[in-house]
């Protein structure tokens, strides 16, 4: 395990963690609800006369201007408008992500507060002209015990930058370096995470170390720190944002895909990264925290050919890292034509890997199928009809030829597919129908097939 360069933070590990619930977000195209009570779903407003008085509020302060709304393309919310108590005081304000006019290249963020006639007036406008919004997360950053919107900037030059603003009666204030200042967070991916399980949110953050430097990933606090060097921002009371651990990561992957948080079985902290290196290669970085200090667990984490990320593929609360295993029969074919099964490893802070599940997953047809143990080494499957079909099939590990078949999978789209006594149907997504034909039906009983068989919505 690779120990990394870190700032330790002012606060002593905790002992007796609950059990944290798993946070994941893909932070190219789309994002999961965080879950729990620092990140509890979203409210967005009712469509109806309660949205309508917000927008006409909005547009009677701004005056005569276009309002074009907002829609963040990752964050906890997808929405131009959203309920949430930033300001502390118990009653939800609406959160309005707008800019003026269609050609306009800067997002503003307005606040608006409902007084006890229900009347809607703007608060504050954020508006620091650093381009659109990439997303948007409410945290407990401050440990005042109220929200902060942790806004992702995405600026003209193409890059990301984070800030997060506090929100009171005098306005709305950033609790991190602003973008002309030093220490500046840039990042490739963030996500809030109570890794310190005091209520409040640590911000993780990975910043690309362009082409001459590694790749960095930092936790960043809010408090006072253990040492002035560890300050991002100071304010008079001694408290301020500040650097709690970082660690350099390896290489420079094109893109990161995924961020989670979860913990260990024993309660440990710990941060998975999916990430892609060029076209076709795929690993996970997995991070641990424990005694103010993030460790990186592998140096050279397992690749993988295929796009699956880690994700708890159990259902025992866990994440689960995806190792491909050529399936029988495959091993010696060239990697275009292989097929795998993915072993599901949980992975301990002493990097001792134990298997939880395995399974073999269709990407072309969107889902898997879980072996049962007993099938690990001994059952392959062959395809065909650009995946529509798959063929499981028995393996004569001595001979090392394939045997009798077990069962087809067939995914039939739209009318394709009618009822009849061989076919039994598993799913139905959107317009494709997925059936299986069970040719060995005492060796595998239709109801174990039924909970084997699942949508893959990685």
């Not at 290196?277 to 424990?290: A, D, H, P, R």
């Amino acid at each position: 395990m690779r120990r990394p360069h870190c700032r330790r933070g002012g606060r002593s590990r905790r002992t007796g963690l609950a059990a944290l619930g798993c946070a994941a977000c893909l932070l190219l195209s789309s994002c999961n609800a965080f879950g729990g009570d620092l990140f509890s779903l979203l409210s967005p407003p009712r469509l109806s006369q309660q949205q309508k008085e917000i927008e006409t509020a909005l547009a009677d302060a701004l005056g005569e201007r276009e309002i074009v709304y907002v829609y963040p393309p990752n964050g906890a919310t997808s929405s131009a408008i959203t309920l949430r108590d930033v300001c502390g005081d118990a009653r939800d304000e609406a959160v309005v992500l707008y800019k003026i006019g269609q050609d306009s290249l800067d997002a503003r963020i307005a606040v608006l507060t409902q007084n006890t006639d229900n009347v809607w007036t703007l608060a504050c406008d954020i508006a620091p002209a650093l381009g659109g919004i990439d997303r948007v997360e409410f945290v407990r950053f401050s440990g005042t015990g109220k929200e902060q919107l942790a806004v992702g900037w995405l600026r003209y030059s193409g890059d990301t930058m984070l800030q997060v603003y506090s929100v009171d009666a005098a306005g709305a204030h950033e609790l991190l370096p602003a973008a002309d200042q030093p220490g500046a967070l840039r990042y490739s991916a963030f996500l809030p995470c109570d890794v310190l399980r005091d209520g409040t949110a640590a911000l993780f953050v990975v910043q690309s170390g362009g082409s001459q430097e590694s790749p960095t990933a930092s936790l960043v606090e809010y408090g006072v720190a253990p040492n002035a060097e560890s300050y991002l921002t100071r304010q008079e009371d001694g408290s301020g944002s500040y650097l709690l651990s970082s660690v350099p990561l390896r290489g420079n992957p094109s893109q990161y895909l995924q961020v989670q948080f979860s913990a260990t079985a024993d309660g440990t902290p710990v941060l998975y990264l999916d990430e892609q290196e060029g076209n076709s290669v795929y690993s996970t970085e997995i991070l641990y925290f424990y005694d103010d200090t993030l460790w990186l667990l592998f140096d050279n984490p397992p690749q993988r050919t295929t796009p699956v990320l880690c994700r708890d593929a159990n259902g025992d609360g866990q994440i689960e890292v995806p190792l491909e295993t050529a399936l029988p029969g495959y091993s010696t074919q060239a990697n275009a034509s292989k097929m795998y099964s993915f072993r599901w490893m949980s992975f301990s802070a002493a990097a001792v890997g134990q298997e939880r599940c395995r399974t073999v997953i269709n990407t072309t047809w969107m889902y898997e199928v879980v072996l049962p143990e007993d099938w690990w080494d001994g059952v392959t499957v062959q395809t065909e009809d650009g995946d529509r079909v798959w063929t499981f099939l028995s393996w004569d590990q001595q001979a090392n030829v394939p045997g009798d078949p077990i069962l087809v999978v067939r995914a039939w789209v739209d009318d394709g597919w009618t009822a009849d006594a061989r076919q039994i149907r598993l799913a139905t997504s959107g317009n494709v129908t997925f059936t299986v034909e069970l040719l060995q039906p005492e060796l595998l009983p239709e109801k174990e097939m039924q909970s084997m068989f699942r949508l893959y919505a990685e």
